[in-house]
């Protein structure tokens, strides 16, 4: 498209492949949702889709950008190939698995790429409208259950198959994270969609108290098990 100056670096005005996330009946607060979620997940260096916050009719929306190159089309993948994705993945399954477990995100299912044909790696979870906030169908509801030292996320594509170590690891890895920046992953100096500072900021308090408990949370629950060793 048309070019916006001279300068060295050369830039262009552009458009972009993306999914558009409003809040919705079923995700009232889900463009929040996926803003904290993208903000976490960077902070965290958890392989999830990126995305930007943006506008439809004036009223705040997610574009949750495409994961992969451009031309490059992947089937979904099949509860059958989770195996193998597992094994090609193990880090970025683990990774996203105590992500999931952490944010109480109950709305994992198909929702990731992966690839098992490219020769270099593509893999990132999508759609994160269902977690944080919308765990349940009230928001305070949902802050005493991620306050709580709760899974949350009773069924996962990886349970049964990450490997247990990583998943401890990982744990570790997000409890160790300052908790300044979860916190500043949470708030904003405005309302987002149908979300006021207050709650941002409750919502902040909540995941303070599920980051400390996280190791405890999986570490319990590995007996179950909910992972392989």
Not at 95 to 111: E, M, S, W, Y
Request: hydrophobic share 40%; proline share 6%.
């Amino acid at each position: 498209m048309r070019q916006l100056s001279k300068g060295s670096t050369r830039p262009f005005a552009c458009s972009i492949n993306a999914v558009l996330k409003c809040d919705c009946d079923e995700a009232p607060q889900g463009t929040y949702n996926e803003l904290v979620a993208v903000r976490l997940a960077q902070t965290l260096h958890v392989p999830i889709a990126n995305g930007l916050m943006t506008d439809r009719g004036g009223e705040d929306a997610f574009a949750s950008l495409h994961i992969g190159h451009s031309d490059v089309k992947l089937p979904p993948i099949k509860q059958y190939q989770h195996r193998a994705v597992a094994y090609r993945y193990p880090e970025e399954v683990a990774a996203l698995t105590a992500f999931d477990i952490f944010i109480g995100n109950v709305d994992r299912h198909q929702n990731f790429i992966a690839s098992l044909v490219t020769a270099y790696l593509i893999f990132g979870g999508i759609d994160h409208g269902m977690s944080l906030l919308n765990v349940e169908t009230e928001p305070t509801r949902s802050l005493a259950r991620l306050r709580s030292r709760e899974l949350i996320v009773n069924h996962h594509p990886f349970y049964q198959l990450v490997e247990g170590a990583r998943l401890t690891a990982w744990a570790a890895r997000i409890s160790a994270a300052d908790p300044r920046d979860i916190q500043e992953c949470c708030r904003c100096t405005t309302p987002v969609g149908s979300v006021p500072v207050n709650l941002q900021q409750e919502l902040a308090e909540a995941l303070l108290s599920r980051q400390r408990q996280l190791p405890e949370i999986i570490s319990i629950n590995l007996r179950r098990p909910i992972a392989a060793t």
